[in-house]
């Protein structure tokens, strides 16, 4: 790092991330009043009364902290720490009330990581068995958290400014979903209202009964893919359910910016939207794909087939994570389909994890224009372009950063799995769901998984949802040492 680069650098104002992130906990407290009113209409005694202690903490915590005066303006790294503090913090907070359904310590965290990052991976087996008033608060969890904490802050607590255009930016795909200013974030809240609304209705209709077409409503539109079935989308009594579902999840997939423009009636916009015809051409190849897959290498019957292969092609496009079958069962080839599909997710600005739709096209244009390159004369130009847009130099490289970032701690997180012997396929099918917040699952998490692993999993939970840059800044050491910009 050269001494001018150096120079310029801002250690961050512990006032200042103090103060921003008690606004997020305080929104955090909010939105856990619901949970708890539900443990009481429920007459669970034990989980209401830990719901209010959680509430109670927030609340004490985050209320004086929140009214701090702090100097203006905010850094981008102090955004970046305030947000990936949140999302440490946010499972912490909700771990305790998860422990009154018998979880031990470690599985409630597992539980909550998952919750928290709308991932969907889970270490309880019968989930059955749980009650009412714990199935609730976990797709509730889900469900707010697939808008984002940072975004019900700036629609219920932070004011419009920079701060909160800061803080939008910091939340992977804020900037795109609410544009940084509180109106935007309340069409953005009112979008996924109206989505949640429109799949309880159409599961309702179809015949699903109203508590579990509500609790897989609260975790399909999030993407997120807590079942309260054992056996996923098995359990529902018709794959007309499952099939609606899995549209209601497709739905959450696609950026939330779209539904916006559909209702100012801007239809063309929307059908020249460059990422959902994306993400439809997409799901479509994997469907092909995944269905050729299982029928020539797990021999499965078509009648089978044509149920089965559009499920899973969804469930991991839009990294859902609900399954309509045993997927430690299928053949490796379909499992590989199935974590390149994970991998790359939804659209930016949806409530899809994966490291979007967005940034792999521009890398396919990037290595397009190199080729192309080669045959240009040496004083010719050419714009990297996606669709009539120019694409940014910081754009380019936020987008392969991502990418690269992503496929390193894959890779890292794969070999303690391989030293302990699990299988390869699936040992990366289990880290690329955790890390794409999908849910879907070989087998391998579980109760009996090994502490160490769980830990890892979670990790990769909460680093595939921070999108990895935000946590390398909160560990940086010159993010709370050195030089601290005192501007106001």
Request: glycine letters at 8%; a neutral charge; aromatic letters at 6%.
């Given at each position: 790092?050269?001494?001018?680069?150096?120079?310029?650098?801002?250690?961050?104002?512990?006032?200042?991330?103090?103060?921003?992130?008690?606004?997020?906990?305080?929104?955090?407290?909010?939105?856990?009043?619901?949970?708890?009113?539900?443990?009481?209409?429920?007459?669970?005694?034990?989980?209401?009364?830990?719901?209010?202690?959680?509430?109670?903490?927030?609340?004490?915590?985050?209320?004086?902290?929140?009214?701090?005066?702090?100097?203006?303006?905010?850094?981008?790294?102090?955004?970046?720490?305030?947000?990936?503090?949140?999302?440490?913090?946010?499972?912490?907070?909700?771990?305790?009330?998860?422990?009154?359904?018998?979880?031990?310590?470690?599985?409630?965290?597992?539980?909550?990581?998952?919750?928290?990052?709308?991932?969907?991976?889970?270490?309880?087996?019968?989930?059955?068995?749980?009650?009412?008033?714990?199935?609730?608060?976990?797709?509730?969890?889900?469900?707010?958290?697939?808008?984002?904490?940072?975004?019900?802050?700036?629609?219920?607590?932070?004011?419009?400014?920079?701060?909160?255009?800061?803080?939008?930016?910091?939340?992977?795909?804020?900037?795109?979903?609410?544009?940084?200013?509180?109106?935007?974030?309340?069409?953005?809240?009112?979008?996924?209202?109206?989505?949640?609304?429109?799949?309880?209705?159409?599961?309702?209709?179809?015949?699903?009964?109203?508590?579990?077409?509500?609790?897989?409503?609260?975790?399909?539109?999030?993407?997120?893919?807590?079942?309260?079935?054992?056996?996923?989308?098995?359990?529902?009594?018709?794959?007309?359910?499952?099939?609606?579902?899995?549209?209601?999840?497709?739905?959450?997939?696609?950026?939330?910016?779209?539904?916006?423009?559909?209702?100012?009636?801007?239809?063309?916009?929307?059908?020249?939207?460059?990422?959902?015809?994306?993400?439809?051409?997409?799901?479509?190849?994997?469907t092909i794909l995944l269905g050729a897959s299982l029928a020539l290498l797990s021999h499965m019957p078509w009648s089978e087939l044509l149920i089965h292969a559009p499920l899973l092609a969804v469930s991991a496009q839009s990294?859902?994570?609900?399954?309509?079958?045993?997927?430690?069962?299928?053949?490796?080839?379909?499992?590989?389909?199935?974590?390149?599909?994970?991998?790359?997710?939804?659209?930016?600005?949806?409530?899809?994890?994966?490291?979007?739709?967005l940034r792999l096209l521009i890398l396919v244009r990037i290595l397009q224009l190199a080729v192309l390159r080669t045959a240009m004369p040496s004083h010719a130009v050419a714009e990297p372009r996606l669709g009539d847009q120019?694409?940014?130099?910081?754009?380019?490289?936020?987008?392969?950063?991502?990418i690269i970032l992503f496929v390193m701690v894959a890779l890292l997180s794969w070999l303690p799995f391989l030293a302990l012997g699990y299988d390869p396929v699936d040992a990366l099918f289990e880290i690329v769901s955790a890390?794409?917040?999908?849910?879907?699952?070989?087998?391998?998490?579980?109760?009996?998984?090994?502490?160490?692993?769980?830990?890892?999993?979670?990790?990769?939970?909460?680093?595939?949802?921070?999108?990895?840059?935000?946590?390398?800044?909160?560990?940086?050491?010159?993010?709370?040492?050195?030089?601290?910009?005192?501007?106001?």
């Amino acid at each position: 790092m050269t001494s001018r680069t150096q120079a310029l650098r801002y250690a961050v104002r512990i006032r200042v991330v103090a103060k921003y992130l008690a606004q997020l906990l305080l929104a955090l407290a909010v939105v856990s009043v619901v949970p708890l009113v539900a443990a009481l209409v429920l007459g669970e005694a034990g989980l209401a009364w830990r719901q209010t202690l959680v509430v109670a903490v927030l609340l004490t915590v985050s209320v004086p902290l929140a009214r701090l005066r702090v100097p203006q303006p905010m850094q981008a790294n102090e955004a970046l720490v305030v947000t990936a503090l949140a999302f440490l913090l946010a499972p912490v907070a909700m771990t305790y009330p998860l422990l009154d359904s018998g979880l031990g310590w470690l599985d409630a965290m597992f539980e909550a990581v998952s919750a928290i990052t709308t991932t969907g991976l889970t270490t309880v087996a019968e989930v059955q068995r749980h009650s009412a008033g714990f199935l609730f608060t976990r797709a509730w969890i889900q469900w707010f958290s697939g808008l984002g904490i940072v975004i019900l802050s700036l629609a219920l607590i932070i004011g419009p400014g920079a701060a909160a255009r800061r803080l939008a930016s910091s939340d992977n795909e804020g900037a795109d979903l609410v544009g940084g200013t509180r109106i935007h974030a309340r069409r953005a809240i009112a979008a996924y209202l109206a989505l949640t609304a429109a799949g309880f209705l159409l599961l309702w209709l179809l015949g699903a009964p109203a508590w579990p077409a509500l609790l897989h409503v609260l975790t399909a539109v999030s993407t997120a893919g807590f079942s309260s079935y054992d056996h996923s989308l098995a359990g529902f009594p018709s794959w007309s359910q499952a099939y609606a579902l899995m549209l209601v999840s497709l739905s959450g997939a696609v950026s939330l910016s779209v539904y916006y423009r559909a209702y100012l009636g801007h239809w063309r916009e929307v059908g020249a939207d460059l990422q959902l015809r994306g993400l439809v051409v997409a799901t479509l190849l994997n469907t092909i794909l995944l269905g050729a897959s299982l029928a020539l290498l797990s021999h499965m019957p078509w009648s089978e087939l044509l149920i089965h292969a559009p499920l899973l092609a969804v469930s991991a496009q839009s990294t859902t994570g609900f399954s309509s079958l045993d997927i430690h069962q299928l053949d490796p080839v379909s499992k590989i389909i199935m974590v390149l599909a994970m991998a790359v997710g939804g659209d930016v600005g949806s409530t899809a994890g994966g490291v979007k739709l967005l940034r792999l096209l521009i890398l396919v244009r990037i290595l397009q224009l190199a080729v192309l390159r080669t045959a240009m004369p040496s004083h010719a130009v050419a714009e990297p372009r996606l669709g009539d847009q120019r694409l940014r130099d910081a754009e380019i490289e936020r987008a392969l950063l991502v990418i690269i970032l992503f496929v390193m701690v894959a890779l890292l997180s794969w070999l303690p799995f391989l030293a302990l012997g699990y299988d390869p396929v699936d040992a990366l099918f289990e880290i690329v769901s955790a890390m794409a917040t999908t849910g879907l699952s070989a087998g391998i998490a579980g109760a009996a998984l090994e502490p160490a692993l769980k830990g890892v999993l979670c990790a990769d939970m909460l680093l595939g949802r921070l999108e990895i840059i935000a946590v390398l800044v909160l560990l940086l050491p010159g993010t709370w040492i050195g030089k601290r910009m005192e501007t106001t």
